[in-house]
């Protein structure tokens, strides 16, 4: 670990948090705020004062963070956070429910906004229960500030053509996650290109996928499409437009297995330290997304290189099915694709009810960001990191007298 160029992130250059929001030297409710002119203190009650205007101060050892914008992107929910609001979570980090990781620790310092102010037996007796409760790493965690002279990269610049140069660092540095957007490009034009909205995907692709199905339903029903006939023709097996829901089924399913190969297999693959060239390929397709995970127009697939994957995949299915039967196939496949990229985004920035599959899913997708990169490929579904053993452990704490 080389902790003296740990990657640590900023407020925005122009005074705002990253959902945009105006923040102070320390003193407003943005997410992503941070002491500009060195830490101030609060009084408790003025903590309690501003919580009981809806922000979402929290205090870990004395340090203050201000999580207001930070709330909904929370995995445990934004009533669990707002349930702590004014208190102490330092408990709260080690679980449980839930043992927060190192980056989790580091990401909770990008919301420092100051010290809470104490009586001298309060720091005395403060003193001996972190001195008890708290390892070393912990504690350095928790107090550790933000140094972005320290950075690896210029954050000013694009940072596209510069992680190739991070050598045997960009493993370590891109899965440390910072709360701010990125720039890949000096071109306006290829950035534009390179970011998309959540709803672009939906817009550009729905209308796609209902043509497609119309047509492949209506192909059908003219009978004329028949399974292994350019084998033989006495044992080729009819397909009728009936069996078009369960092969749009099959498409669907076997883009949830395309998913989590390409997942695993492509955007994780570690690159050579020695290759400039693998190491950028690998931020442009995947390490942006680990290094901001909330960088909101970065979370799904922008048209232009997506359209030209999926050209390639409908390519081979016409290869190896008739065609009618490979554009039903693939048809279905486009309709995951779809839901995959709706689902991921929610994921990111959606706040599912406690207790509903996308609640458990969302916390399982945070956990591999945070934790366990190595591990926990699906995204829309976690039935594939079954069989492939990939599946993110279950946390365990031992019961204590």
Not at 4 to 31: F, H, I, L, N
Not at 131 to 157: F, P
């Amino acid at each position: 670990m080389y902790a003296d160029e740990q990657v640590r992130a900023e407020p925005r250059r122009d005074g705002t948090g990253r959902d945009g929001t105006r923040t102070g030297s320390g003193t407003g409710t943005g997410g992503g705020a941070m002491a500009t002119a060195g830490p101030r203190s609060f009084s408790a009650a003025e903590v309690r004062a501003r919580c009981a205007q809806g922000a979402c101060l929290v205090s870990c050892r004395r340090r203050l963070y201000d999580l207001s914008g930070f709330v909904r992107l929370h995995p445990g929910g934004e009533q669990l956070l707002r349930r702590r609001a004014g208190t102490d979570v330092s408990a709260a980090l080690d679980g449980p429910p839930h043992r927060h990781s190192a980056n989790a620790r580091r990401w909770l310092e990008q919301y420092y906004v100051g010290d809470l102010e104490q009586s001298l037996s309060e720091a005395v007796e403060e003193k001996e229960v972190v001195a008890a409760a708290q390892t070393s790493e912990q504690t350095d965690l928790c107090y550790r500030t933000v140094d972005v002279e320290k950075d690896l990269v210029d954050w000013q610049k694009p940072l596209l053509w510069q992680v190739g140069y991070l050598g045997e660092k960009y493993d370590e540095w891109v899965h440390q996650p910072v709360d701010r957007p990125i720039r890949l490009f000096h071109s306006d034009f290829f950035e534009f290109l390179s970011k998309t909205a959540w709803y672009v995907v939906f817009m550009v692709w729905t209308p796609v996928v209902l043509y497609l199905s119309w047509v492949s339903y209506t192909s059908l029903a003219q009978g004329n499409t028949r399974l292994f006939s350019s084998f033989t023709t006495e044992y080729s097996i009819p397909v009728h437009k009936y069996y078009f829901p369960f092969i749009f089924l099959i498409g669907m399913i076997l883009w949830s297995l395309l998913e989590y190969l390409i997942h695993r297999f492509v955007f994780h693959m570690k690159p050579p330290a020695s290759n400039y060239y693998l190491i950028t390929l690998h931020f442009l397709l995947h390490g942006q997304h680990h290094k901001s995970p909330f960088d909101s127009s970065r979370l799904v697939f922008p048209p232009v290189p997506a359209s030209l994957v999926i050209g390639f995949f409908y390519g081979v299915l016409r290869l190896l099915l008739p065609e009618v039967l490979g554009l039903s196939v693939f048809v279905g496949g486009l309709c995951g694709y779809v839901i995959y990229d709706m689902m991921h985004y929610y994921l990111h920035y959606g706040s599912p009810r406690k207790g509903s599959y996308l609640y458990g899913l969302k916390a399982y997708h945070v956990k591999h960001h945070f934790e366990h990169q190595k591990s926990g490929f699906g995204i829309s579904t976690r039935f594939w990191d079954y069989p492939f053993r990939t599946l993110i452990p279950e946390e365990s704490f031992k019961k204590e007298d």
